[in-house]
Structure formats: structure tokens, C-alpha cells
């Protein structure tokens, strides 16, 4: 059975204070490892997918790495707008090769950014 | 450029009432999932299903609850009889073939009095 575990369960940083977010998977052949946002009473928001170990992608104060077991979400210089839930999500391969579909979530990081 | 639609956001149903939830996937997209998310906890997947096709429903409880996606109109996911576990946000994503770009909708939440 798939498995996502977030770390830590809530982070607290002061603004333009960087850190990291970790997800550890385990899954039977990884066809992609996502990355959302979600704010209060909102849908999850597409950050990144990364599909291969050693895999990198960045976007404004975000870098999003992957390994074979675990993937961080990096922060630099975090604002407060950067507050919100982070999801990690796994999606398995399915026979053959092809996607699976379904996602695998983790229970989410509930990043505060403090001015 | 519509997103993945939802309605209605907010529902509010008593005991032994039906609840059904709709979703609109976005243009070009012809794959629609379920989830639900229970208060304090993560978003657990219940039903993958193609126009007039169930692909996946291994997270779907098996008494109750049912999905659809037909030829024409969107994907309607139905709660018969709904009890107070039932409350919870409802989110529906959308993908085209292959399961690129993967976009959520803003959810439905369930309320059960």
C-alpha cells in the first residue's frame, strides 16, 4: 500500500527565515510525487510534480527536490503569503507502465510565516 | 479558461437526506477523481472514473455512496441516507489522459445537522 508521511506537523518561521519540508514515501513504482497549497476553506493549488530521483524544480521562493525515498520542499526567505497547508501526494504506476490515476496524500505541513 | 468547477461550495443536509454533489472538469480534460477531507485529516481518494466509465472506486464506502460521470453533463457524486460522519469537504480534480496537470476544484462542504 502507498504511504506519504509529511514532517513536521506545523512549522513556525519568522519572515526571511528559510527552511524545509520533508515527505517520505513508499510506493510500489513512483509514477509522479506532487506538490500542492492549500489555504483555509480552498481547493489544493498545483505547485510542482517531480517524477524522477534527483529531479529539481523552483518557482518564486519554492524548490521542490526528490529522491528515491523522499522529496523537500525548500523555502528562502519566506513572506507571510507563503502561509497555507503544503501537501505532498504520490501517484503510482500502474500495469504496463501507464498512470495509475488515484493520489496519495500525506497528512500536510501547516506552514505560519510571522511578519 | 474555467478551472474545475464545483457546486454547490456549501451544503447542508439532515439525517436521511440525499446529498449530491457536482463537478465540472475543466476543457479538454476527460478524467475526473473524488476525495473527501475530514476535519484534521488529509484528503483520502475514493473514485476515478472516464465518461460512463468507473475506472477506480477502491476508497468509496461501500454502502451509500455512488459516482457517475456520464456522456453528457458533469460528474455527479451521490450520498443516500447521509449520517453526521458524513460531514466533510468534498474535492473533485480533473486530468486529461495520462494524469498530467491534475487540477483540483474549490470543494463542496458537507454539513450534516
Known amino acids: 500500500e502507498d504511504q506519504v508521511t509529511q514532517s513536521p506537523e506545523a512549522l513556525r518561521l519568522q519572515e526571511g527565515e528559510s527552511s524545509s519540508l520533508n515527505c517520505s514515501y513508499t510506493?510500489?513504482?513512483?509514477?509522479?510525487l506532487f506538490w500542492y497549497r492549500q489555504d483555509p476553506g480552498k481547493g489544493p493549488e498545483f505547485l510542482f510534480t517531480?517524477?524522477?530521483a534527483g529531479e529539481e524544480k523552483e518557482k518564486e521562493r519554492l524548490k521542490a527536490t526528490l529522491t528515491k525515498k523522499e522529496s523537500f520542499l525548500h523555502i528562502t526567505a519566506p513572506k507571510p503569503e507563503d502561509s497555507a497547508t503544503y501537501l505532498c501526494?504520490?501517484?503510482?504506476?500502474?500495469?504496463?507502465?501507464?498512470?495509475?490515476?488515484?493520489?496519495?496524500f500525506g497528512q500536510g505541513t501547516i506552514l505560519t510565516v510571522h511578519p | 479558461n474555467a478551472g474545475v468547477m464545483q457546486n454547490p461550495r456549501h451544503l447542508v443536509r439532515r439525517r436521511g437526506q440525499e446529498a449530491r454533489l457536482r463537478c465540472s472538469p475543466m476543457?479538454?480534460?476527460?478524467?475526473v477523481y473524488w476525495y473527501r477531507q475530514l476535519p484534521e485529516e488529509g484528503l483520502k481518494f475514493m473514485v476515478y472514473?472516464?465518461?460512463?466509465?468507473?475506472?477506480?472506486e477502491s476508497g468509496m464506502p461501500k454502502e451509500r455512496f455512488s459516482a457517475e460521470f456520464p456522456k453528457e453533463g458533469p460528474s455527479i457524486l451521490r450520498i443516500q441516507q447521509v449520517v453526521r460522519g458524513d460531514s466533510a469537504a468534498y474535492f473533485c480534480?480533473?486530468?486529461?489522459?495520462?494524469?498530467?496537470?491534475?487540477?483540483f476544484g474549490s470543494g463542496t462542504r458537507l454539513t450534516v445537522v
Open positions: 472514473l472516464q465518461k460512463e466509465n468507473i475506472i477506480d
Open positions: 517531480l517524477y524522477s
Open positions: 480534480a480533473s486530468s486529461p489522459a495520462g494524469g498530467h496537470g491534475y487540477t
Open positions: 501526494a504520490v501517484q503510482a504506476l500502474g500495469a504496463g507502465g501507464t498512470s495509475y490515476g488515484k493520489l496519495t
Open positions: 476543457k479538454g480534460h476527460s478524467h
Open positions: 510506493v510500489s513504482g513512483l509514477r509522479g
